[in-house]
T-cell receptor, first 112, second 112 residues
């Protein structure tokens, strides 16, 4: 079974709008990571947030983590057509020896 | 040149055939991973290796085997391919001190 579940499964927005996607998980984590995948290509790491952090920024990305609700959100501000991709959360579970467990992803489409 | 390379990039094979997917990395990382991705799903871990002498099964290791020939090389074998092994396969690496994983471009495998 998958640890992380993203919501929504698909999101379509206009260029310039903000995109928010959510990730829920089931058990305690060391950290949570977000990855991006362009169609049929390898995943690229975007940002990592540790279990003792609540918010993190990187450029146009903002990630929040609520360990009490076992959830995280990824906000992409001022979206561009080039942001069109699938976005995955991945959890590094406590006691997992640094294995990552990936969610099923959110497909983001940014319309020009 | 890419830090993590996979060969072949595409492969069509028949049921019952043995096939090997290869992964090489120039990042100098000790940890290497094999994942498979099915349409609409996240990545699932097949095998992982924390050094040349360390091989571990992941979530879905049945029907697969691996070989860590050197720090830089990690191969995945399907001893007798079956159609439900049709998927996109990714190799990834990480430095044991950091949690981020770096992915290869993927191998698209079709088993007829």
């Amino acid at each position: 079974s998958q640890q992380g579940e993203e919501d929504p499964q698909a999101l379509s927005i206009q260029e310039g709008e903000n995109a928010t996607m959510n990730c829920s998980y089931k058990t305690s984590i060391n950290n949570l990571q977000w990855y991006r995948q362009n169609s049929g290509r390898g995943l690229v790491h975007l940002i990592l947030i540790r279990s003792n952090e609540r918010e993190k920024h990187s450029g146009r990305l903002r990630v929040t983590l609520d360990t009490s609700k076992k959830s995280s959100s990824l906000l992409i501000t001022a979206s561009r057509a080039a942001d069109t991709a699938s976005y995955f959360c991945a959890t590094d579970l406590r006691g997992s020896a640094r294995q990552l467990t990936f969610g099923s992803g959110t497909q983001l489409t940014v319309l020009p | 040149d890419a830090d993590v390379t996979q060969t072949p990039r595409n492969r069509i094979t028949k049921t019952g055939k043995r096939i090997m997917l290869e992964c090489s990395q120039t990042k100098g990382h000790d940890r290497m991973y094999w994942y498979r991705q099915d349409p609409g799903l996240g990545l699932r871990l097949i095998y992982y290796s924390f050094d040349v002498k360390d091989i571990n099964k992941g979530e879905i290791s049945d029907g697969y085997s691996v070989s860590r020939q050197a720090q830089a090389k990690f191969s995945l074998s399907l001893e007798s391919a079956i159609p439900n092994q049709t998927a996109l396969y990714f190799c990834a690496t990480s430095d044991g001190g950091y949690e981020t994983q770096y992915f290869g471009p993927g191998t698209r495998l079709l088993v007829l």
